[in-house]
């Protein structure tokens, strides 16, 4: 159902990939609320197609940008500004990578040159991408961005590896820079912590079925889909969510407030 929430609203929307993206299913949702924006992803992501049907589907445009580097996101932003004809009402950060975890490393035995490159990827591109739209000026007033995160931050999940640290980092980085964004331009900054997801990046950490099954049977409301999470995301990009910011919003069916479950403790049970 559509609510024309996001009618004349401008935007970025960073890592579709392909139909089980977050960012994907979110692109999909703001063009049926009314929004229009670009897509973008890495060079490398964009060789393998699949955006392309997703931009014809919204009437969107594709502008290729590596999140780490400064030149691509300038030309990136500059570009969106003229594309969509005027400054942006909201962007998605919706990018995570660890080569840890990709190729095996335990988090006792990490390669730090993948560490580094993960957290530049991960984390430090929110900070980047933030800092291109703030000296550009490219925020309209009560503007929304958003970052996506996970649990992991906060509490131990011992197979999502060198990520947990990165999302604690991306998290601070919404923090830190919400306010300057607050406070100069009434722009608001949240990250929304969803629940395991089947995508490429979820997929990746080992024993992701099990996990997704556990959370599952911990959550009283059960998983967030990437549907749910594009819904929640239109809902901080509308007009409806104008003073929340700086916070970490729990999008996991409520498994973050949970000890344990019935569904849970039966397993114990003889
Ligand atoms: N899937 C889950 O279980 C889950 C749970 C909580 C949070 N998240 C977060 O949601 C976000 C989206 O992930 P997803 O699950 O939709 O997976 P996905 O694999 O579909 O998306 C990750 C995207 O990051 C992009 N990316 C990687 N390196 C990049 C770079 N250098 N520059 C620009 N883009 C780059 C990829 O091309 C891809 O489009 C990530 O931040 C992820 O950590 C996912």
């Known amino acids: 159902m559509s609510y024309n929430l996001l009618k004349g609203k401008r935007g970025i ?53 590596d999140a780490t580097s400064i030149e691509d996101l300038e030309n990136l932003v500059s570009q969106a500004v003229e594309i969509l004809g005027g400054k942006l009402d909201f962007v998605l950060h919706s990018i995570g990578m660890s080569i840890n975890v990709r190729k095996g490393n335990h988090y006792t035995d990490q390669n730090y040159a993948w560490t580094q490159k993960g957290t530049d990827v991960s984390a430090m591109s929110f900070h980047k991408v933030m800092q291109t739209l703030y000296k550009q000026d490219a925020m309209n007033e009560w503007g ?11 509490r131990v999940f011992p197979d999502y590896n060198d ?86 919003l729990y999008n996991d069916g409520g498994f973050s407030n949970m000890g344990v479950s019935d569904a849970v403790m039966a397993t114990f049970i003889e």
């Not at 960073?14 to 992803?41: C, M, P």
């Not at 929304?144 to 906060?154: F, P």
């Not at 995301?233 to 003073?243: A, I």
Request: proline share 3%; glycine share 8%; aromatic share 10%.
């Open 13 to 65: 929307i960073f890592g579709a990939l392909d139909a089980n993206s977050i960012a994907w299913k979110t692109a999909e949702r703001v063009h049926e609320e009314g929004g229009t924006f670009v897509l973008t992803n890495a060079p490398v992501a964009m060789r393998m197609g699949q955006i392309n049907e997703l931009a014809e589907k919204t009437g969107s445009q594709i502008i290729p940008a």
């Open 144 to 154: 929304s961005i958003v970052a996506l995160t996970y649990m992991a931050a906060q």
């Open 163 to 248: 990520m947990a640290d990165n999302k604690a980092y991306l998290e601070s980085i919404a923090r830190s820079f919400g306010y300057f964004f607050g406070r100069d331009k009434n722009v608001r900054v949240n990250t929304i912590s969803q629940s395991p997801t089947p995508t490429t990046a979820g997929s990746g950490v080992k024993g992701f079925d099990g996990f997704i099954a556990y959370a599952e049977k911990m959550s009283p409301l059960g998983n967030a889909t990437a549907l749910d999470c594009a819904n929640y995301t239109v809902s901080l990009f509308s007009d409806l969510t104008k003073r929340v910011t700086l916070q970490n």
